[in-house]
């Protein structure tokens, strides 16, 4: 079964400042997605950035950015230039052959003005 | 567009009432998913429906749980003789699949059940 680890329950940053949230998963397939979803405090759930397995290249969105370890099943998202909208829950999520969203606990991305 | 909408989005029940909510997914996506999530934790998958036939269900899905999707469009999700511990967020997300690719799932803003 594939399982997904977030360790960090919390995590803050300076306005402006960058930050890294970790994720590691653990899959047997060999074609999988990997996600990072941001859930707002009483708000719904927004894509962030999506990543495929096959692909070597690390996906951008503008201010986000991952690093994909493939070797390592590492996941990480990095966001640049904080701003006080990127406070929220940052869930990352897996997706296996079956289409079953796997998700990690969360990290609580705290801006500090 | 409207995005995925669901209703109610807040539910209080008595233990042992039953319970229905909705989901309208967008209007293009064939499939529907529907999530649990509890306080401070990642939500967990508990089925999806490709157009109107259920693929797959969680075995976290017990059977007072039964949800629907009846012309592949708006979904249900009931559940019977609520427990207290169905109190949780329940999510509804959509993605459209044209058999190419694994699609990301767009969420609406979920229910809020209550069971007191």
């Known amino acids: 079964a594939q399982t997904v680890t977030q360790s960090q329950p919390e995590m803050s940053v300076q306005e402006a400042e960058t930050v890294t949230l970790s994720c590691t998963y653990d899959?047997?397939?060999?074609?999988?997605?990997l996600f990072w979803y941001k859930q707002p405090p009483s708000r719904q759930m927004i894509l962030v950035i999506r990543?495929?397995?096959?692909k070597q290249q690390n996906a951008t969105e503008n201010r986000f950015s991952v690093n994909f370890q493939k070797a390592a099943k590492s996941f990480s998202l990095k966001i640049s230039d904080s701003q006080l909208g990127d406070a929220a829950m940052y869930f990352c999520?897996?997706?296996?052959?079956?289409?079953?969203?796997?998700w990690g606990a969360g990290t609580k991305l705290i801006i500090k003005p | 567009d409207t995005g995925v909408s669901q209703n109610p989005r807040h539910k209080i029940t008595k233990r042992g009432q039953n319970v229905t909510f909705r989901c309208d997914p967008i209007?293009?996506?064939?499939?529907l998913y529907w999530y649990r999530q509890t306080l401070g934790q990642g939500p967990e998958f508990l089925t999806y429906f490709q157009n109107e036939a259920q693929l797959e269900k969680s075995r976290l899905l017990s059977d007072r749980f039964s949800a629907e999707r009846p012309k592949g469009s708006f979904s249900t999700l009931e559940i019977q003789r609520t427990e207290q511990g169905d109190s949780a967020m329940y999510l509804c997300?959509?993605?459209?699949?044209?058999?190419?690719?694994?699609?990301?799932?767009?969420f609406g803003p979920g229910t809020r059940l209550t069971v007191t």
């Open positions: 899959t047997s397939e060999s074609d999988y997605y």
């Open positions: 999520a897996s997706m296996d052959s079956n289409y079953q969203l796997i």
């Open positions: 990543q495929e397995a096959y």
């Open positions: 209007s293009e996506h064939n499939r």
């Open positions: 997300a959509s993605s459209f699949d044209s058999g190419r690719g694994r699609y990301e799932q767009y």
